[in-house]
């Protein structure tokens, strides 16, 4: 009797040789799983770049999705046409026709676009909108919105203000990348290149945010930094003696030399070329000015974007340790699929080295 198992024995043993084999496959799956993470100062477009991702590789956006983006866009689209306004009292313009000033008063006094318990635009504050923007003197403020903080997607929300504001209304995938909401926390996407599984780690930008980067530096492949060239010219919106384009040299620095990071693939995107280009060539905010060091010509884009790849590069520590860097503009679909695609192979293959001389 005792040479042959029992009922029980027997299931016990089934039990345990199905855990083994799950154990196995999870451990196969991890194999193919790749963490990535996704750091850069405020404003820097890390958040549109995921948005990206998911376009390229997870299908897009659903309808519900999207749909769920209109009080985002709406939202966006007032806080801008205030930014503007605003930006007249500093820069001291005057509205051009005096009756407008009911109309701003409107647009001053309004927290939300929509009405409590609505899904569209009040008639009046629609009628508001679009009685500033033909006024001469809101679009001269805005054509100087250098000098103050607007947001980067400020213009295309004006050229789209009619369907915007419709009834209609539903975002499209374009009116999604552009719009902007503070990232806080950790945001987790998740996408399926091939055979293989990535995360990728949104964590918010701003100083107050920068605290919980460390809960997510564990089992990282890759670290993407995310800086913006348009910033150059830019303070913090939390520290306005704080130039932008230096507090992410600054925190490049320490990032990429992080203990956590010594092994880790650094990816870096220098992301907003588009604006970057247009300051450099048609301002006179010449890169000389705020960064002293760059001694090349003016409105000569890619001299400049040399050098603050340069500024970049050299404050890696690690002579072993390659920094991979990308121009980008994060709104550009197609130019991200491109990079992300290289991005993507030279994880692997660093990932492949590194485990090959293990």
Known sequence: MGCFPSVENKSAKERSELIDKKILQDAKNGENVIKLLLLGAGESGKSTLVKQMKIIHSNGFTAKELASYKLTVCDNLLS???????????????????????????????????????????????????????????????????????????????????????????????????????????????????????????????????????????????????????????????????????????????????????????????????????????TKRHLRIYLPKYTGPDHNVETACEHIQGEFTVRNHNRKKMVYPHFTTATDTSMVQVVFNVVLDTIIMENLQRTSLL
Not at 149 to 156: G, I, K, T, V
Not at 189 to 194: E, Q
Request: include cysteine.
């Open 80 to 282: 801008s046409i205030k930014v503007v306004l605003n930006g007249m009292g500093q820069l001291r313009i005057n509205l051009e026709h005096s009756h407008n000033k009911s109309h701003a008063a409107t647009i001053l006094s309004t927290n939300e676009p929509f009405p409590p318990g609505h899904c569209d635009m009040h008639p009046d504050l629609v009628y508001a909108i679009q009685e500033l923007w033909q006024d001469a003197g809101v679009r001269k403020s805005f054509d100087r919105s250098f000098d103050y903080q607007l947001n980067d997607s400020a213009a295309y929300f004006f050229e789209n203000m009619n369907r915007i504001m419709s009834k209609q209304y539903v975002p499209s995938c374009n009116d999604v990348l552009r719009s902007r909401v503070r990232t806080t926390g950790i945001i987790e996407t998740h996408i399926h290149v091939g055979d293989v599984s990535y995360r990728i780690y949104d964590v918010g930008g701003q100083r107050s945010e920068r605290r919980k980067w460390i809960q997510c530096f564990d089992d990282v492949k890759a670290v993407l930094f995310v800086a913006a060239l348009s910033g150059y010219d830019m303070t913090l919106f939390e520290d306005s003696t704080t130039n932008r384009l230096e507090e992410s040299l600054t925190l490049f620095q320490a990032i990429c030399n992080n203990k956590f990071f010594i092994n880790t693939s650094m990816i870096l995107f220098l992301n907003k070329v588009d604006l970057f280009r247009e300051k450099i060539m048609y």
